[in-house]
Structures are given as C-alpha cells and as structure tokens.
C-alpha cells in the first residue's frame, strides 16, 4: 500500500456540487446582490374598463317585486326555462359566468348583501335535468329573481307557461323543499 499514491484511472471522478436552476437576475450576475433583493420589479397599473363599452347585464337591483325584501319571491317558472334563459344570455357577447352570477346576486339580494354564488353551484344547476330538478338551489331562484326583473322592466308580457304555473302554484314553486 502506497500512500497517498496516484488515483485510480478507473475510477469517476467526483461529481461537482449541481447548479442552482434558479434565474438570476441581471443584477444579480453582475455582482450587485443588495439592489437586487432591495428593489423588487415595478408592479404594472391594472387596466381600466373602458368607460363607452356598454356593460351586458343591466343593474336590476331598482327594481321592486313582491316578496323582494324578505327574499321570498313567489318562483313561477319551472328549473328548466330557468335554465333555458340562462342559456340564452351567456351566449350573448361579453356575458360571463361570473359576471353572471355577479348581477343575479345583485338583483336578488338586498343591497350591502355580501352574499355569493360559487360558479360551481351555476354549473350543478345546468347540468341537472326535469322541471323540478334543482329548485333549492341559491342560482334557481336568483336567476328567476334577475329574469322575472328584466321582464318587469322592459315591460314584457306573461308568457302562457308563466300563467299556467300561477295556477298550479299560487304561491309560487316550493324553493325551501326539494321536489325532484
């Protein structure tokens, strides 16, 4: 045994020590580690909604009905015009889920209500079917609070369906109840 001898060829040499995969910033690789950690990057200013564009959900939360204070508004449509309503205004332009959900809460429930709505109880209710099918839901009877305020204020007519169900439901569909 020699010491201390020359290294066996065979042998690998040793690994060095991994780099870090981490970026560095430019200041950092020039040396200058203080600035760096000191001034972290200017924040963007967020954009502002132009004023002209023309938002398309109105604010129904002037309107009054029947029942309104006490967020007990007789429901006389079934689940799936309801559905079919909602539909048919996400398909328009500019309508989204949430901008949706934002505008049925404000027109059902009272103002300074911090109550919300999760997008995912919007797409429980859409994806359920039959005319019963999801009347407890928050969305059910915020979304028919919305339409049934929208028809009152462009000043539409009953449709026969509409008048059909005050018949068989004077006091409006059971909401509290599941049905289904």
């Known amino acids: 045994p020699t010491p201390l001898g ?3 060829a065979n042998r690998p040499a040793e690994k060095p020590a991994p780099k870090s995969r981490k970026r560095k ?3 950092a690789a020039n040396g200058d580690d203080d600035t760096a950690a000191a001034a972290p990057a200017p924040k963007k200013q967020a954009t502002k909604k132009a004023v002209d564009k023309k938002d398309p959900l109105p604010d129904l939360s002037a309107i009054e009905l029947p029942g309104d204070g006490e967020m007990s508004v007789p429901v006389f449509d079934t689940c799936d015009i309801v559905r079919t309503k909602i539909r048919a ?3 328009k332009e500019g309508v989204t889920k949430a901008a949706f959900l934002r505008a049925i809460v404000k027109a059902a429930y009272p103002a300074g209500s911090d109550h919300k709505i999760a997008p995912n109880l919007l797409t429980n209710f859409m994806n359920k079917k039959g005319p019963a099918s999801g009347n407890t839901s ?3 009877y915020a979304a028919y609070v919305f339409f049934e305020k929208l028809r009152v204020r462009d ?3 009953k449709t026969k369906k ?3 169900m005050e018949n068989e439901w004077p006091n409006g569909m059971d909401t ?3 049905l289904d």
């Open 6 to 8: 020359e290294a066996d």
């Open 25 to 27: 910033s430019d200041a």
């Open 89 to 91: 205004i996400l398909q």
């Open 138 to 140: 928050s969305v059910f």
């Open 155 to 157: 000043g539409k007519p």
């Open 162 to 164: 509409r008048e059909e």
């Open 176 to 178: 509290e109840r599941q």
